[in-house]
Every structure is written in C-alpha cells, then in structure tokens.
C-alpha cells in the first residue's frame, strides 16, 4: 500500500470533512501524479469523485459534488486533500485516492465517509 486515505467519519446533513491523501513512502512524490478521489457506496459500483492532474494541476469533478467539494494539493507536505461541502446523505461511501502516472497506478486503503442525521 503506497497510499493512506484518512479524514473519514461520521456527519450530518450539510456537514463538512477533509479527506487526505499521503504517501507513505518518503520517494514517492504525489506531485509527479495525477491523483484522483474514488468512492463505493454499499451495493453500488466504484464511481470517480474528482481528480487533480499532475501535469498542469487542473481539476475535475463528477457533476454530483461540483461546487460543493474540491481537491487540492500541498506539494510540502506530499498531500492531496478533498474538502466536502454540504454534504448529502448521497455521498455517504468508503472514499479511496488513486495516484496515477502512465502506467504506474496505485491504490490507497479507503477511509468510511457516513452522512446521517
């Protein structure tokens, strides 16, 4: 695992959280990768939340949490973050990140993001 996802619990309706992504090896640089936020609701298929590209740094967002979360990088800390807004009872999920560079792709262990009243 070259990966660890953490931030995750438990909030309410329109809530928020900060999940990070870090490397745990001290040679693996995120900046060198596109890093992109995954998660898997119970019973559903692994959908893409958003990715941040290594090259340029632009962002993408499924249509679901576009202005409500954003991922962002701090290349110092060899960390990318997902800050979620307004967070829906929808977005309740184990969310993983995912460093991809070419053919090189890994994947972190997830980290359990439960929205609930």
């Known amino acids: 695992v070259q990966l660890q996802a953490s931030g995750g619990g438990l909030v309410q309706p329109g809530g928020s959280l900060r999940l990070s992504c870090a490397a745990l090896?001290?040679?693996?640089?995120?900046?060198?990768?596109?890093i992109g936020w995954f998660r898997q609701a119970p019973g559903k298929e692994r959908e893409g939340v958003s990715c941040?590209?290594?090259?340029?740094?632009?962002?993408y967002y499924v249509d679901s949490v576009k202005g409500r979360f954003t991922t962002s990088r701090d290349n110092a800390k060899n960390t990318v973050y997902l800050q979620m807004n307004s967070l829906k009872p929808e977005d309740t999920a184990v969310y993983y990140c995912?460093?991809?560079?070419?053919?090189?792709?890994?994947w972190g262990q997830g980290t359990q993001v439960t929205v609930s009243s």
């Open positions: 941040v590209r290594g090259i340029n740094g632009d962002t």
């Open positions: 995912h460093a991809q560079d070419g053919p090189l792709n890994f």
């Open positions: 090896a001290s040679d693996f640089t995120l900046e060198n990768y596109a």
